[in-house]
């Protein structure tokens, strides 16, 4: 046998499209060419195959070898490619001839250190989940197996070292491997922070309910020392679990990034916080090699921007496609990726660059035109794709040395949440911030009065098509949490009233 034929995968965004390794020998002056477009790493791999098949006693043909990544379209990276080109040189010499399970039947990835050795990759959940769907035995690095063993109903084979794999696979048996019994994992909202350790702001509590149960994004607004970053790193608390299938989700493009994956957060939904100096590439992705970014890594989950006016205008500016869609397309001259980017977006600021405009103007240190440029850094498109804008004052004067009584704790709060969570997924399949125009004409009646009372609103405050909609999708979720079928008046005026970014802007001077 001179030519041979392994399965394996590359990995594109989160998905992992087949790559056939073509290996045939010729005659003529010994020599490895691999072709396929190859990027640097992969074509690298000859040197790292050579030395790994000598040093496991296995015969390196001194013959002409072509290596063939199909298809020849596709950009191959990374060195996941190492073993099943060794595999594929072995076959194709007739050294595997004893093999009782055809090669067709696995799927190889990982990579080769020059001892032998196989190597953890990257991404590895993306390729057990397409190996699952083909029905294909996977033979992985052994480090990469706890990750896959949360795909239920892989087939795999975990491996360390390229000669003890040879040897297993010429036993001709394959162990199954299942996931972590539900029984062994965490739970996965037990060690989260709770709502309850927020002194006061009963408010700023109450509307960040109201985000969790409708998946309404929210900005918290006040001087320093507020509360605002204790409130936000306690919305993942009040969210329900992921399902088992957002959860791989979320994996798979934590997997791609390279993230460990925890069994401690199992089905926690991400919290990300990038740092306000964080460029557009950081935020939603980029590369030559597209690569997630933390919109991406927040998927099914929460982003947290604090300080949001240190950010770069632009680079907040390329938020607005992902908070509309909820996914991310990375467009390359070579490729083009497409990230999924379906989170909650918190963010936290200051009413001006010392933080007293707007609740101590006394103690205001800023004068105007450095008040307009700190708010000018925030446009009015991004303002209206956030539906919840509220303020956390300063606790009155011996609130915090005061033995407050006991409050709600994040657990009873949730337990509303997923009520309403689940009744809105019942009346329209989404959440109340994903509704579209139809779904809305179903669902968010208004009476002639209450209709009147809301375009008034709209028309003082300035506020655009999109504001409407917008405070509309709140006053359904308020709806929702009183448990009444229609919004009323009171609902309305309380989704108006957590516009207060609009009126800050308005009372600008």
Known sequence: MNLSL???????GIRAPEVTVEVHLSNGLPSLSIVGLPEAAVRESKDRVRSALLNTQFEFPPRRITINLAPADLPKEGGRFDLPIAIGVLAASGQLSSLKIPLSEFEFVGELA??????????????????KKAHKILVLPYENLQEAQRVEGLNCIPASHLLRLIDHLKQGYQPELD???????PDPVSKLLDIKDVIGQHQAKRALEIAAAGAHNVIFIGPPGTGKTMLASRLSGILPAMTEEEALEAAAIASVAGHHIDDQQWKTRPFRNPHHTASSVALVGGGSY???????LAHQGVLFLDELPEFDRKVLEVLREPLESGTVTISRAARQENFPAKFQLVAAMNPCPCGYYGSNRKACRCSPDQIRRYLGKLSAPFVDRIDLHVEVPALAKGELSQ???PTENSNQVRQRVEWVRQKQLARNGVYNASMDSMMM?????????????????????????????????????????????????????????????????????
């Open 6 to 12: 392994i399965h394996s995968r590359a990995v594109c």
């Open 114 to 131: 020059l001892s032998g050795d196989i190597r953890s990759v990257k991404g590895i959940l993306p390729q057990a989940i397409a190996a």
């Open 179 to 185: 996931p972590l019994p539900i029984s062994e994992l």
């Open 290 to 296: 597209p690569r997630p970014g933390e919109v991406s």
């Open 403 to 405: 033995t407050a009584p």
């Open 441 to 509: 004409k179903s669902c968010c009646h208004l009476s002639k009065d209450d209709s009147d009372f809301l375009e008034n609103a709209i028309d003082r405050l300035g506020l655009s098509a999109r504001a409407y909609y917008r405070i509309l999708k709140v006053a359904r979720t308020l709806a929702d949490l009183a448990k009444q079928d229609n919004i009323s008046k009171n609902h309305i005026a309380e989704a108006i009233s957590y516009r207060r970014l609009e009126r800050l802007l308005a009372i600008m001077p």
